[in-house]
Nanobody
Framework: QLQLVESGGGLVQPGGSLRLSCATS????????IGWFRQAPGKEREGVSC????????NYVDSVKGRFTISRDNAKNTVYLQMNSLAPEDTAVYYC????????????????????WGQGTRVTVSS
């Protein structure tokens, strides 16, 4: 059974850091691009970052560039999202999702095409 399980969310003060993990099972992570998405209360879900199957390509939404870093460890079947300099506007439920595009060097920021999703982990940035 294919699963993605997010962890690492929590309450953090502005300027703090969190590292989210997306643990996968039931499929070969090597063949999949992984995206991180978030949904804040009352807002639409948005793509935050993605990493290609090869790991060689990454993308970030402008609002997190320079603060967030996505990485993957296929041996551990896990993808990470390191979040630094967190701000209240980063408060949201964060989801990871898996996509198998035609190219191992590509990942998409839009949520269309992502077949498998985790249940989400909540991040709250507040003093």
């Amino acid at each position: 059974q294919l699963q993605l399980v997010e962890s690492g969310g929590g309450l953090v003060q502005p300027g703090g850091s969190l590292r989210l993990s997306c643990a996968t099972s039931g499929f070969t992570l090597d063949y999949y691009a992984i995206g991180w998405f978030r949904q804040a209360p009352g807002k639409e879900r948005e793509g935050v970052s993605c990493i290609s199957a090869s790991g060689g390509s990454t993308n970030y939404v402008d609002s997190v560039k320079g603060r967030f870093t996505i990485s993957r460890d296929n041996a551990k079947n896990t993808v990470y999202l390191q979040m630094n300099s967190l701000a209240p506007e980063d408060t949201a439920v964060y989801y990871c999702a898996a996509d198998r595009p035609n190219s191992s060097s590509y990942c998409r920021m839009g949520d269309r095409g992502y077949e498998y999703w985790g249940q989400g982990t909540r991040v709250t940035v507040s003093s």
